[in-house]
């Protein structure tokens, strides 16, 4: 057993890695809340059987709460941010260096937050890390693009405090919760925010073909199914800072 959760965290990385891929085939054919709504749903009833199926329990009361804040952070915001952004011309590899904030940010919200210790060593670590990004993305980065503006940079900068905000509020109110019945509710928050965005904002234009309908098979049945639920482990077992720092790991294995 020992020897499987240390592989949790490679594992973890080689799926979130393929987000953004299954973005890139998803996003000429469907606007990105409605994408991001229609795939936390269908998640949401997933995990709504499979609770039932195998015996399981639904988060309730507090715990309910803490892990539908935690979705509609980590999950809503955080990809509506980055998908809005990058939909409206931001340039990717600047939505990279952006997203290589997200250690930084959240090793910063940790230490008031829950109590945790960021060592110098760590912050040396986390510092290293953020410079290593941006000297891998910073060649291809394209910043004279009309798609750089305050409102796609503040949505994509917004997306990664948010992603940082919920993993605080994952580990602090989700950490005791049945892993299923607390996705459960996850996907709850996600699609009410997701969907109320796409209500108001999007014109819901679908292209159906072979590519959105595979992103999406992929999007709920790797993700949001897979990688979801090992952050969701790995938040569980560790200190948040630490598995924030797996995010550094993302921009480089997207690429290969």
Not at 78 to 98: C, D, N
Not at 127 to 149: E, Y
């Amino acid at each position: 057993m020992a020897s499987v959760k240390r592989l949790i965290p490679a594992l973890f990385v080689v799926l979130w890695a393929t987000g953004f891929i299954t973005a890139r085939y998803a996003m000429p054919w469907i606007e990105p809340f409605l994408f991001l709504a229609v795939r936390f749903g269908l998640t949401a009833v997933i995990f709504a059987v499979l609770v039932l199926a195998l015996g399981r329990r639904f988060a309730t009361g507090r715990e309910a709460v803490g892990a539908a804040a935690a979705g509609t952070l980590m999950h809503g915001a955080y990809l509506g941010g980055v998908f809005w952004a990058v939909r409206h011309g931001l340039p990717a590899g600047l939505a990279g260096l952006v997203v290589g904030l997200q250690p930084l940010i959240t090793a910063l919200l940790a230490g008031p937050l829950l109590g945790e210790r960021v060592l110098p060593r760590h912050w040396l670590g986390l510092g290293l890390g953020f410079v290593g990004v941006a000297i891998v993305i910073w060649p291809k980065l394209g910043i004279s693009g009309s798609g750089v503006g305050a409102a796609t940079l503040g949505a994509a900068l917004a997306g990664v405090v948010a992603m940082s905000a919920g993993t605080i509020v994952q580990k602090r109110f989700g950490g005791s919760s049945d892993l299923l019945g607390g996705a459960f509710w996850q996907d709850v928050g996600a699609t009410t925010l997701t969907g109320l965005a796409s209500l108001t904002t999007e014109t819901w234009t679908v292209t159906f073909n072979h590519e959105l309908v595979l992103a999406m098979l992929w999007s709920v049945l790797v993700m949001s199914l897979g990688a979801i639920l090992l952050l969701m482990v790995l938040i569980r077992d560790g200190e948040v800072s630490r598995v924030a720092s797996l995010f550094y790991l993302v921009p480089a294995v997207t690429a290969l």
